[in-house]
């Protein structure tokens, strides 16, 4: 530890650390726009400017490290006065257009602009145009609001691992954009959106579906469907002030309903009948084709996408299953209509997702069933939150609802998929009944769970043992994959979210302030988690295979796991 002074108090602090940690530890507040713990400490926006005893210019509180003795004033005339210039400075290259703007009301630079007491803008002259970007369906680009943070960079670089973005032309005029200033569509991109969740203004955001979903729901002819993520259960009440890691299943439910959709579903149903398929997969490679191991959920479409990008020999190693939310499209458009009479092509499928890839997802040329598109829309959380906005509904007071038959009863099992490790331990609860015969005694498997980025493991299924890897965020999935290749580490099984955390820490999910991005810690990625393992430990069905509706679904139209109605409809390829 060293002492150091702030602000006319001394404060004992660790060693290593830079002033502005220092300062935020002992709730000293020091602005910054650019910094991200651990990924982004650049110092270039010098919004965390601070006074430091013995320099005469002031310096970047993020990049100069504490020592003992050292003095710091954080709120002179002249930090303020520097602050406030730097943001104007931004501002007056902004399209300042924030009362019509996606991120109004959470926008960091707009909040910046307020503390700061910033009321004109004295800079004027030409805005440069920089364009807006967005030739595919999930995340699009506004240069004209880009700050040049780096946040995205950052991200993009050291967590995923994707190298989208990089500083083009030179000084004054440098943006940070993909390469030749591309659409994202065109470069290896993988539509996690984890760079939207970085960037403090509208810079990036998902590409918004919600007019286009207000029209179908209002449209008679139309039998409109909503299926909700897992995760979306544990992350939407925080859009409407509620604590980070509350339950509200019911209150959305019941929200879906007053928007005026005609059906609202749980994903998780099929996240169950998701680890059948796969279940049974895992066993048929490890009986019969154990060349074709490790094999590697798919239900990740970011994970997905980073694989034909960076590891197309992998390909035929991942699980041929759809995911969950593309399951239950199909379904909905084929044995639910059947069931209940309905048209299939009257049948919109709107997906809730956690995640921007979805939308991508939902786009692929090979996601649909008897010609029809498996999932219509898909609406990030966020864009649901706005939704319910629009139309006043008071979330927090909601009474909580049931999901609607035949997608209404999951496990605790088909839960957990929303957090890192969820899938792979619901697919072991699975596995231990098919490959042993008997139920697990305790369905727990805690190795699974936490946010270490990379997991390895073994779990003894009776006289077999498999072996397992748990990989989120892609850069440590590139780990894994090094590591098998160059014969260091073998795995039976690996599962992949893309994002860190899993769908909870999704590319759609409620964005927080930088200050809550503790990328090392993810805590607020952890609450999330920790909420689905509550309810999962509270349910009575708690493994896939014991879901009554999963069982009726393979009664009444599948037949059995990898039968040839479900490799029809659920089980797809994929391309190089
Ligand atoms: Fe996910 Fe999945 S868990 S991918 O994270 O397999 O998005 O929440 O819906 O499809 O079920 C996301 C979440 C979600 C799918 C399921
Ligand atoms: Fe989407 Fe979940 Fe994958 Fe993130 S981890 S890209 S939210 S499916």
């Avoid at 707009?110 to 970007?133: C, V, W």
């Avoid at 207000?214 to 008679?220: A, K, N, P, T």
């Avoid at 990740?300 to 939310?325: D, I, M, N, Q, R």
């Avoid at 043992?465 to 989120?472: D, K, L, Q, S, V």
Wanted: proline share 5%; hydrophobic share 35%.
């Amino acid at each position: 530890k060293v002492t150091i002074n702030i602000d006319g108090k001394d404060y004992q602090v660790p060693k290593g650390i830079s002033v502005l940690e220092a300062a935020r530890m002992v709730n000293i507040e020091i602005p910054s726009l650019c910094y991200l713990k651990d990924i982004n400490e650049v110092g270039t926006c010098r919004v965390c400017v601070v006074e430091i005893e013995g320099t005469r210019n002031l310096q970047a509180s993020c990049v100069y490290p504490v020592r003992e003795g050292l003095k710091v004033r954080t709120n002179t005339e002249r930090v303020r006065r520097a602050r406030k210039t730097a943001v104007t400075l931004l501002l007056s290259n902004h399209n300042r257009e924030c009362t019509t703007c996606i991120r109004n009301l959470n926008c960091e630079l707009q909040n910046l602009a307020d503390s700061l007491g910033i009321r004109n803008i004295p800079y004027t002259g030409e805005k440069k145009d920089y364009g807006f970007f967005d030739n595919n369906p999930a995340i699009q680009r506004d240069y004209n609001k880009c700050i040049n943070c780096r946040r995205c960079m950052a991200i993009c670089n050291k967590i995923q691992e994707c190298y989208v973005y990089s500083p083009l032309n030179r000084g004054l005029n440098t943006i940070i954009a993909p390469a030749f200033q591309k659409d994202l569509s065109e470069v290896s991109c993988i539509m996690c959106g984890q760079c939207v969740l970085a960037c403090p203004t509208a810079s990036l955001t998902e590409k918004e579906y919600i007019k286009e979903v207000w029209e179908v729901i209002s449209d008679s002819n139309k039998h409109v469907v909503v299926q909700t993520a897992p995760s979306i259960q544990v992350t939407i009440g925080e859009e409407f002030g509620m604590p980070v890691g509350s339950f509200v299943a019911g209150k959305l439910v019941a929200a879906l309903r007053r928007l005026g959709f005609d059906k609202v579903f749980a994903t998780d149903v099929t996240a169950d009948l998701t680890i059948l398929e796969e279940g049974n997969e895992l066993m048929e490679r490890v009986l019969h084709e154990p060349e074709k191991l490790p094999l590697l959920s798919s239900c990740c479409p970011g994970w997905v996408k980073y694989a034909e990008h960076f590891y197309p020999e992998f390909l035929p190693h991942l699980s041929s299953t759809k995911s969950p939310h593309e399951m239950c499209g199909a379904l909905t458009k084929t044995w639910y209509a059947k069931k209940y009479g309905i048209d299939p092509s009257t049948i919109v499928n709107v997906a809730i997702m956690p995640c921007t890839a979805k939308k991508y997802e939902a786009a692929r040329p090979e996601m649909e069933s008897d010609g029809y598109r498996n999932v219509d829309y898909v609406l990030t959380t966020r864009e649901l939150a706005r939704m319910i906005r629009q139309v006043g509904i008071d979330f927090v007071n909601l009474p909580d609802e049931e999901y609607d038959e035949p997608f209404d009863q999951y496990s605790g099992a088909g839960m957990i998929f929303g957090a890192t490790g969820g899938v792979l331990e619901a697919a072991v609860r699975t596995a231990h009944k098919l490959i042993t015969g008997d139920e697990m005694p305790v369905p727990d498997y805690e190795d699974a769970r936490g946010l270490r980025g990379l997991k390895y493991g073994k779990v003894n299924l009776g006289d077999r043992t498999i072996t397992i890897a748990i990989a989120h965020g892609t850069g440590n999935a590139k780990k894994a994959l090094e590591a098998f290749k160059s014969g260091e580490k073998k795995f039976d099984y690996m599962e992949v979210m893309a994002c860190p955390g899993g769908c909870v820490g999704g590319g759609g999910q409620p964005i927080l302030s930088s200050r809550d991005y503790k990328y090392i810690s993810l805590s607020y990625r952890h609450n999330r988690a920790d909420a689905l393992y509550n309810v999962d430990r509270g349910k009575k069905i708690r493994r896939s295979h014991e879901n009554p509706r999963v069982q009726q679904i393979y009664k009444e139209f599948l037949g059995e796991p990898l039968s040839v109605v479900a490799k029809k409809y659920l089980h797809t390829t994929y391309v190089e």
